[in-house]
């Protein structure tokens, strides 16, 4: 990940802290509570493309060699705790879909492996919640498990389809990626127009207002926000 990207998720990650911070204040505003949750969830899923990054990018020989049935087995075990956790929690959709994809398993052909494995990463990123889900906790379900199969799905990619595809998920990863951001930028413009209703609040409006400048951390100095918060009504 670039040095500005990273500061740009910084910011925003301390936007979602001032957020967590005076959620009393904003708790019955539906559309508000849903753009911090959808800056938070776009959040969590551009570190999931820096990570594919990051492996798609390691030396072949620093990524040890895993098998078709390796990564099968694995996957199986992902499904497995998704199928208990939807037990738990009687969630009856998420149940169905752990059931399905261990079946799908049994029948899966070359073509489909990445594709389903990371759909079920995706679905299991969306599980992870703030604050957190102590249910959750419970099960193997958390970034470790996540950054395990992907650098298992990885291994196997390379080993088996060669660097060119491997840098084929680098290129897709960077795309999703710069999709994802898109939507951050804009999400936290649609978060700046909302929270123009909170302007007489001072103090959360001005904690709000600082947490949207964007620090260079790179360089150790202040830079502008990307996208300045609108001022207030005028009086």
Request: net charge negative; proline share 5%; hydrophobic share 35%.
């Amino acid at each position: 990940m670039e040095i500005d990207e990273s500061n740009r998720l910084e910011m925003g990650k301390t936007v979602l802290g001032v957020m967590t911070k005076y959620e009393d204040i904003y708790s019955s505003n539906n559309p508000v509570k849903l753009s911090v949750n959808t800056i938070q969830s776009v959040i969590e899923r551009i570190y999931m493309q820096d990570r594919i990054l990051l492996i798609s990018s390691k030396p072949k020989t620093s990524v040890k060699e895993v098998t078709r049935k390796d990564l099968l087995v694995y996957t199986e075990y992902v499904y497995g705790q998704v199928f208990a956790y939807a037990v738990r929690t009687s969630d009856v959709e998420l149940k169905l879909y752990a059931v399905n994809g261990a079946h799908l398993l049994k029948h899966i052909n070359q073509g489909q492996i990445a594709t389903v494995i990371n759909d079920l990463l995706s679905k299991t990123s969306t599980l992870v919640k703030t604050p957190p889900d102590p249910i959750l906790a419970e099960y193997d379900l958390g970034d470790d498990a996540r950054t395990k199969l992907q650098e298992m799905l990885a291994s196997y990619q390379s080993k088996w389809q060669g660097v060119g595809n491997v840098r084929t998920d680098k290129t897709s990863a960077r795309a999703v990626m710069t999709n994802f951001f898109d939507i951050y930028d804009e999400q936290l413009e649609v978060l700046d127009r909302l929270m123009l209703k909170y302007a007489g609040n001072i103090e959360f409006f001005e904690a709000y207002t600082a947490a949207r400048v964007i620090i260079d951390r790179g360089g150790g100095h202040s830079g502008g926000s990307a996208t300045p918060p609108p001022p207030p009504p005028a009086q």
